[in-house]
């Protein structure tokens, strides 16, 4: 009897050795021309013509008009995806910058409260007790989940979300009850800021000048974490916990810190918004910022320099969406379903940088 041999062939992932630079960058450009292609595919089955599509994303960066347009939008983005940035180094996994960001915005909105019903904070000091208010409160706010995660096991992308939810209901109640202004008619909306709690525009350009201070923030990120002996922990607790015990790193100590400085970013990109953007506090003013800047984060590759062009990017694709829907009529969830290609393409992408994938032969 003769024994049938099959060749049966498998698919087995192998991580990478190395890495170079220019293979990472390759391989986040492979990723993003994958989304912009599957984009195009998205708009031509809707009839939409994905040249005329291309164009209309691309006016976002190049006309002079939106151009301010797109930095506003980007400024809350780099804030927040700065301070993810830190937290997903050390493979924490922060899904609550949606949260930390409306806790921040609760405290701009207080100070600006406390000016209009009492005048005890004199005009300059508006906009820094601002962002020192809604840093802290920020990061007190990210703190709570650190300790939960180093004190008791608690799983912080279960904890993060829910800290999400508490902190959107309660700044909701807020703009409901005690801060709504009084000329609303009823509607949930703060009172309008004055102009001295307003980022004043980037001459020339328009757009919100905490840009250009989250620019700074971005280069100071970067030297904290690859200049400093912090950043040197960050890395090591991530990369193998059980190393950094074995080197006396206290992991209590480098996830409250790393957390404080996630939430207090994601803090002030509330402080952004708001200031930058729409000038009140408003229900679900956000439109899901802080998850956007997850995907910013990410595509970055956790390098705050790259997420300067990251969040430009996003803030674009936000402003774009506009434009398609006026210009060529298409639904507003289009520009939620290009951001979602983006970053399905990037974790796939990011997936790559770290394994390769070998086919053979089973023996």
């Known amino acids: 009897m003769m024994a ?22 390759a391989f986040t450009l492979l990723g993003l021309g994958l989304a912009f292609a599957s984009a195009g595919v998205l708009f031509a089955s809707v009839g939409v013509n ?10 976002s960066f190049t006309n002079p008009i939106l151009l301010g347009g797109t930095i506003q939008r980007a400024t809350p983005l780099l804030f927040a995806a700065l301070g993810l940035v830190v937290a997903f180094r050390l493979n924490f996994w922060n899904i609550g910058a949606e949260g930390q960001l409306y806790m921040g915005a609760i405290a701009a909105t207080g100070v600006v409260t406390l000016r209009l019903t009492t005048s005890y904070v004199p005009g300059f000091l508006v906009l820094p007790t601002m962002l ?7 990061a007190l706010y990210g703190l709570v989940p650190a300790l ?11 904890s993060t979300l829910m800290l999400n939810y508490i902190a959107i209901l309660f700044g909701n109640f807020l703009i409901y009850g005690p801060w709504q202004d009084p000329g609303s008619h009823g509607f949930p909306n703060s009172r309008i800021f004055p102009p001295e709690a307003l980022l004043p525009p980037i001459p020339l350009l328009g757009g919100s000048s905490g840009f250009l201070i989250a620019i700074l923030v971005a280069f100071g990120m970067y030297f904290l974490m690859n200049r ?25 100590k480098v996830v409250s810190l790393a957390m404080a400085i996630s939430g207090g970013l994601c803090g002030i990109a509330g402080m952004a918004y708001l200031s930058g953007i729409i000038g009140r506090m408003k229900e679900n003013f956000s439109g899901g910022a802080g998850y956007t800047a997850i995907i910013v984060a990410w ?4 390098n705050p320099l790259l997420a300067v062009l990251a969040a430009f990017l996003f803030g674009g694709l936000l402003v774009s969406g506009d434009s398609l829907q006026i210009t060529l ?9 290009f951001q979602a290609l983006i970053l399905i393409f990037v974790l796939a992408s990011d997936f ?3 394994y390769h994938i070998v086919m053979g032969a089973k023996k």
């Open 148 to 158: 939960l995660k180093a004190k008791l096991q608690v799983n912080e992308i279960l």
């Open 4 to 25: 049938l041999h099959m060749r049966l062939w498998d698919i087995r992932l192998v991580r990478r050795a190395t890495l170079t630079r220019d293979q990472s960058v």
């Open 132 to 138: 020192v208010s809604s840093f802290l409160l920020g």
């Open 299 to 302: 595509l970055a590759g956790l």
């Open 228 to 252: 400093t002996t912090f950043g040197f922990e960050l890395k090591v607790t991530g990369d193998s916990p059980p190393a950094s015990k074995y080197a006396g790193i206290s992991y209590t």
């Open 329 to 337: 009529n298409l639904s507003a969830s289009t520009v939620n379903i």
């Open 352 to 354: 790559l940088k770290r």
């Open 50 to 59: 994905p040249i005329a599509a291309y164009m209309a994303i691309a006016g």
